[in-house]
Nanobody, 115 residues
Framework: QVQLVESGGGLVQAGGSLRLSCAAS????????MGWFRQAPGKEREFVAR????????YCADFVKGRFTISRDNAKNTVVLQMNSLVPEDTANYYCNAGGTTGFWGQGTQVTVSS
């Protein structure tokens, strides 16, 4: 069992940056792939980025490559999504995930990018 709590969302102007954090509880954290997903109003939830259990491998969706970076600290049970060069289309509720779509989810943190 893993519990996830996101933080760091907010309102930012286009071109700005935000740093989302996900704090996880549970001793099995270091065994899970961790990821970020997002869901905009009226749209389905979509994959953003993931990081392997050790943190050695990362993968980002094409629409965020070069702008977003995912990382993790297994000693602190945290996952971070660094978001740069934000655009209004990045506006969404961002969710932390452990173990894939059938795994565990946080409650989400809202990101709003103004033009």
């Amino acid at each position: 069992q893993v519990q996830l709590v996101e933080s760091g969302g907010g309102l930012v102007q286009a071109g700005g940056s935000l740093r989302l954090s996900c704090a996880a509880s549970g001793r099995a954290f270091s065994t899970y792939y961790m990821g970020w997903f997002r869901q905009a109003p009226g749209k389905e939830r979509e994959f953003v980025a993931r990081v392997s259990a050790t943190g050695s491998n990362t993968y980002c969706a094409d629409f965020v490559k070069g702008r977003f970076t995912i990382s993790r600290d297994n000693a602190k049970n945290t996952v971070v999504l660094q978001m740069n060069s934000l655009v209004p289309e990045d506006t969404a509720n961002y969710y932390c995930n452990a173990g894939g779509t059938t795994g565990f989810w946080g409650q989400g943190t809202q990101v709003t990018v103004s033009s």
